[in-house]
């Protein structure tokens, strides 16, 4: 009886496949035949289902998740969201030059002590830091992707003086803020560093055309002032981590997703779908060589996170002395990151365009918090373009106790 239900189930579905396949349109099938050929394939489903999990050990419901095979890579990924309407055809083309940019960083990152790119550039930024040679190729090779993608109309960059306009043939409507290598002081010892980057639609109010007559100083001016847009207006924000693997991570305003190179075919792929911070955390991330610097509505809040929870333990530190590595490893395991004011910096030293804006527009995504210890980092419209803000960033409720303790 077993036997001769399975055979009826195998001749159907190899007669209806075989109908099928000679015929050019099933729609034109009488509707019973649909019907049938709809009931074999689905008990052939369930068949296929029950040797799974037995052979998986599996259950129903880890079925129905997506393969471990489906593997979907940036650019589809970045396609899906266009057709969706979540982005316009320019911005797909602009955060696809920049996924481009991070590969080659990545490659070069990796062979640096081979091909001579460790250590000093020998120049200086705007800001008084010292370039690294790596710092100044990234930053050529993100300012190429972007003009030659043709969308971009302005970037401001860590180690350029001033916002750059797109010369007319290339340019686009978008503005680009980045940092090309954030954390540069590791290279050298070959530990983690990151990019990020953050996108701004054009300025509303600066969309005066600059004429022929327009002096050098008033194209400046009118880059700087389109630049300086607060976070809430980013349209799109992300990272690009160089670690043990290269994970390019992003939100275009709809949850952080991501994506981690395959360095077999040079593809980013899908690793992390919507990610959300834990709540809380068990991580404190503050150079505590500072500690002497800091006020003491700080220093007891770090006290506090010295002594024993709930759990008989206090809080661990880590430090990387990279920002990207540091919100990375936050997204994922929770806790808080602070780089704050100190006797000796008012403003703590990092930037709020193109450092600060984009970690918190991607950290707010995943469900987290940052301030200046005093307003949301995305509420504060930026005077400068190499303006420095103080930072608390991380699980929502981490920052929320730290407030209490500043308050
Ligand atoms: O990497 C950083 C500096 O960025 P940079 O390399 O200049 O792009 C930051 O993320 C560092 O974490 C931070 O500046 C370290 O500050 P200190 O610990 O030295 O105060
Ligand atoms: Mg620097
Ligand atoms: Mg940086
Ligand atoms: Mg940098």
Known sequence: MVAATATSSYQNHTFFSNFLS?????NLFPLHLRCLKRQSLTSDVTAARIRCKAALGSTETKLQKKSQYDIENLTIWLLKQEQAGNIDAELTIVLSSISLACKQIASLLQRSSIINLTGAHGTINIQGE???KLDVISNELFCNCLRSCGRTGIIASEEEDV???????????YIVVFDPIDGSANIDTSLTTGSIFGI???DEQCLVDIDDNS???QEKQKCVTSVCQPGSN??????????SSVVFTLSIGKGVFAFTLDPSHGEFVLTHENIEIPKLGKIYSFNEGNYDLWDEKLKKYLSHLRLPGSNGKPYSGRYIGCLVGEIHRMLLYGGIYGNPKNKNSKNGNLRLLYECAPMSYLVEQAGGKATDGHQRILDIKPEEVHQRTPIFIGSPDEVEKLQTFLA
């Open 200 to 202: 701004y639609g054009p």
């Open 215 to 217: 002096t050098l100083d």
């Open 22 to 26: 000679s015929s050019p349109n099933s």
């Open 163 to 173: 916002p750059v306009a797109v010369e007319e043939t290339y340019s686009g409507n």
């Open 234 to 243: 980013l349209l799109a924000a992300g990272y690009c981590l160089y670690s």
């Open 130 to 132: 010292d370039q690294k």
